[in-house]
């Protein structure tokens, strides 16, 4: 029989990891299928995508300045966006996620992004927050005063044991590659401008 906390008892986090990376594909094929579903069904309503920048540019900005500051693996970083939130590029790609919900005006859509980013997000926060307690000894005292994920309105002050420091460096934002994320924004809008036309021309050349 095992016995909890032993050698053969399975990491609930590596197991959640191990079922995240087989759906993560069919997961996004769905949320794919289901987005050009929506887009044929219904033509998106020029108030609600100009709504939607409400949430999917703040959403950009946050990914991009917080890319500019993170040196991954090597450094704790607690400036910049780290300093309010512990996961600003994941707060940000869940911005961009729901504008992208509000822009269809779409619950379903709405719905399996929550579930994707509840599946896949939950065991990646636990597995890098296992990983920097155990390489950074000021993990703890700076989770402390940083939230997890809804931002705190101001920057969390660093204890003379807090050494994280810096400004943000279009080197690493560069390095990051994080300019895809806004190319990948502007194709999906183009998509709602132009797709369902499109799809609507190729119907009738197919009748």
């Given at each position: 029989?095992?016995?909890?906390?032993?050698?053969?008892?399975?990491?609930?986090?590596?197991?959640?990891?191990?079922v995240a990376r087989r759906i993560r594909v069919p997961?996004?094929?769905?949320?794919?299928?289901?987005?050009?579903?929506?887009?044929?069904?219904?033509?998106?309503?020029?108030?609600?995508?100009?709504?939607?920048?409400?949430?999917?540019?703040?959403?950009?900005?946050?990914?991009?300045?917080?890319?500019?500051?993170?040196?991954?693996?090597?450094?704790?970083?607690?400036?910049?966006?780290?300093?309010?939130?512990?996961?600003?590029?994941?707060?940000?790609?869940?911005?961009?996620?729901?504008?992208?919900?509000?822009?269809?005006?779409?619950?379903?859509?709405?719905?399996?992004?929550?579930?994707g980013f509840t599946v896949i997000y939950v065991p990646?926060?636990?597995?890098?927050?296992?990983?920097?307690?155990?390489?950074?000894?000021?993990?703890?005292?700076?989770?402390?005063?940083?939230?997890?994920?809804?931002?705190?309105?101001?920057?969390?002050?660093?204890?003379?044991?807090?050494?994280?420091t810096g400004a943000f460096s279009l080197t690493l934002?560069?390095?990051?590659?994080?300019?895809?994320?806004?190319?990948?924004?502007?194709?999906?809008?183009?998509?709602?401008?132009?797709?369902?036309?499109?799809?609507?021309?190729?119907?009738?050349?197919?009748?």
């Amino acid at each position: 029989m095992i016995q909890p906390g032993s050698p053969q008892q399975l990491d609930w986090i590596a197991c959640w990891q191990r079922v995240a990376r087989r759906i993560r594909v069919p997961l996004g094929f769905l949320t794919a299928a289901l987005y050009l579903v929506e887009l044929g069904r219904r033509a998106p309503q020029p108030s609600a995508v100009a709504w939607s920048l409400a949430l999917v540019l703040p959403g950009l900005w946050l990914r991009g300045y917080a890319a500019g500051y993170v040196k991954k693996n090597r450094e704790l970083t607690m400036t910049g966006p780290y300093g309010h939130t512990r996961n600003p590029l994941y707060l940000g790609s869940m911005l961009m996620a729901a504008g992208f919900a509000v822009a269809l005006l779409s619950w379903p859509v709405a719905l399996v992004l929550a579930v994707g980013f509840t599946v896949i997000y939950v065991p990646v926060i636990a597995s890098e927050e296992r990983f920097l307690r155990a390489t950074f000894p000021g993990f703890d005292a700076y989770s402390r005063h940083v939230p997890r994920m809804i931002p705190r309105l101001t920057s969390a002050p660093q204890s003379g044991d807090q050494t994280g420091t810096g400004a943000f460096s279009l080197t690493l934002y560069l390095k990051h590659r994080e300019y895809n994320a806004g190319i990948g924004a502007a194709l999906l809008y183009l998509s709602l401008l132009f797709l369902r036309p499109v799809f609507s021309v190729l119907v009738h050349a197919l009748r």
